[in-house]
């Protein structure tokens, strides 16, 4: 069995998001998602409109994905692949680059962002910031 990893946030859930999941899940068997925790979220400097729980639930709901686990810090990549047996590690690739140390633990790809959508987008726009 192929898993794959992602990583994010995935607060206010579009279809950004759930195109990265597709493709993500049709690059393996099994797709494990690490969504940042509320604690996680505040280091980042972060304020999410739904908690980690809701948001676990509701990727939970998602056909693609098999797993969620929680993210509390940027050092436990390493130890999530490793520990979930993880042969591929997926992010979108705004982030191309960053995670290519994983490459000795498992392959690294960066898909494309799907345009015309991003939470921050969405932020914005409800609150009438052009």
């Known amino acids: 069995m ?3 990893i992602t990583y994010g946030t995935f607060d206010l859930l579009h279809w ?3 195109n990265l999941l597709r493709r993500a899940k049709s690059l393996g068997d099994y797709l494990v998602v690490a969504i940042s925790s509320d604690e996680f979220n505040k280091i980042k400097g972060k304020k999410s409109f739904h ?3 809701n948001r676990k ?3 939970e709901a998602i056909k693609y994905v098999d797993e969620v686990i929680p993210e ?3 050092e436990q990549k390493v130890e999530d692949v490793v520990n979930h047996n993880i042969d591929l590690f997926v992010m ?3 982030w191309e680059g960053k995670f290519d140390f994983l490459n000795q ?3 690294v790809i960066y898909l494309p962002r799907t345009n015309g959508i991003s939470t921050t987008q ?3 726009e409800l609150a009438g910031v052009k």
């Open 51 to 53: 908690n980690y729980e």
């Open 92 to 94: 979108g690739d705004d």
């Open 2 to 4: 192929k898993k794959v």
């Open 72 to 74: 509390h810090t940027w």
């Open 105 to 107: 633990y498992c392959d």
């Open 16 to 18: 950004g998001h759930i």
């Open 122 to 124: 969405i932020k914005k």
């Open 57 to 59: 639930l509701i990727l």
